[in-house]
């Protein structure tokens, strides 16, 4: 007997049609048939009711910011211009896609370390707020502004003193590349001033994917007290505190999602008792995952179905070239599966245990491991559910001569 592994939770509110998985009102095979298979799909209506929810859940004056990097597809990125309060990117690429989509650069940011002089150039040139990782890069972008003749935009990114517990990636509390140490924060930010550019504030992230309502609350009080800390340290208010995000979506057996409405309690709350420095200063946080990620589901169809001394292996045109987080080796330790169903049989019963793999030749492409299924085969429709966020572009799809899945957004 082979030893079933467990999947992921579905998201919520994902339903059958004539007994397919539906996305945005349309069953998942004639999505395939229309556009070809593997294919990311991507709903309108569940951005638009995350966002619906997180805004009823966070206080009034709490900006929502996009951390594109999560999914920079065109036509979503349009979507989130619309819904989001700023767009935050990460390098020049995505700074041209921002615009594209329509963002204006006063509510762009641009955070990363290792930003080459020209990226700097035309962020000055567009008026986008730089979040300035260390000393020098803040001479480079001085200097690029007095070439230029323009006043360039500067937040300073600050390498926390703590980090976000249970987070999935630490960015903060120790040695990092991100951000510069907190005595270093004052003598740049004097420097800005000294140097006539427009010092916009701080940018504090320290970690990402938390589930834990408690941790985050933890992280934010952490960050308005280093917030308030380091204004007093300069003399002068910050206009913009970004607070970082850190927000987690459930990937895996066992995961549970957030509980927002707590978080945006204690937040509401620590936003009335700020030290008086902080008293006119505007705050944000920027998620990525936790706005798109369960809105995108990836789709790819099986093209073989085989025994291997005893065991069932269905295998996909897809895989880790698309999904490479759903295959267990975009930062995770231990393989676990994603949730994930048989899309056009979404509401049969499992009956066996198979291994759904991609069609890369290597040991890695692995979808789902031992999962409990209803029977499939050749020509049905694998779901991988999750894939609004670090799927696409987070993935190599030129390996193996494989070449990008296509994407859509849908109702
Ligand atoms: C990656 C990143 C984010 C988004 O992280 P999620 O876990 O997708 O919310 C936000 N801010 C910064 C600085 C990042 O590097």
């Known amino acids: 007997m082979i030893k079933t592994k467990p999947t992921g939770p579905i998201p919520s509110g994902y339903q059958a049609l004539d007994g397919e998985l ?56 349009r979507h989130m211009v619309d819904l989001a309060d700023g767009i935050d990117i990460a390098s020049g690429g995505e700074m041209r896609m921002a615009l594209a989509a329509g963002a204006a650069p006063e509510h762009i940011s641009f955070a990363g370390p290792g930003k080459r002089d020209e990226e700097l150039e035309q962020a000055i040139a567009a008026g986008v707020t730089i979040n300035i990782e260390s000393p020098s890069e803040c001479e480079r972008a001085l200097k690029i502004g007095a070439v230029l003749d323009r006043k360039p935009r500067l937040a300073i990114r600050v390498n926390p003193d703590f980090d976000l ?7 903060g509390g120790g040695a990092k590349p991100f951000g510069m140490d907190i005595d270093l924060v004052a003598p740049t930010v004097k420097r800005i001033l000294d140097a006539g550019a427009d010092w916009r504030g701080f940018h504090i992230f320290a970690g990402s994917q938390a589930l ?107 895989g880790l070239h698309h999904q490479l987080a759903a295959s267990g080796n975009f930062g995770t330790v231990v393989r676990r599966n994603y949730p994930a169903a048989i899309a056009n049989r979404f509401e049969e019963e499992p009956s066996e245990t198979v291994s759904i793999v991609g069609c890369l030749c290597t040991p890695l492409d692995r979808l789902s491991d031992n999962a409990a299924m209803p029977k499939a085969g050749v020509g049905d429709i694998v779901a991988i559910f999750c894939a609004g966020a670090y799927g696409a572009t987070a993935s190599p799809a030129t390996f193996l001569g494989q070449g990008p899945a296509r994407e859509l957004l849908v109702d």
Do not use: C
């Open 22 to 77: 539906a996305i945005g009102g349309r069953k998942a095979s004639e999505l395939v048939a229309e556009n070809g298979s593997p294919l990311f799909v991507y709903s309108s209506g569940r951005l638009d009711a995350r966002m619906r929810q997180l805004r009823a859940a966070m206080p009034d004056a709490l900006d929502l910011h996009y951390a594109m990097k999560a999914n920079p597809f065109q036509p979503l990125l």
């Open 165 to 171: 517990k249970g987070s999935g990636m630490k960015m």
């Open 212 to 318: 834990s309502a408690d941790a985050i609350i933890e992280t934010q009080a952490q960050t308005l007290e280093l917030a308030g800390r380091l204004a007093t340290m300069i003399g002068q208010a910050p206009d913009h505190v970004n607070l970082g995000g850190g927000f987690g979506i459930p990937y895996f057996p066992g995961d549970e999602q957030l509980d927002i409405a707590k978080v945006g309690k204690a937040l509401g709350k620590q936003l009335e008792h700020l030290p008086d420095i902080l008293s006119s200063t505007r705050f944000a946080i920027e998620l990525g995952r936790y706005l798109v990620g369960e809105a995108g589901v990836y789709l790819t169809r099986i093209v073989d179905r085989k025994e291997s001394q005893g065991q069932t292996f269905l295998v996909t045109d897809g």
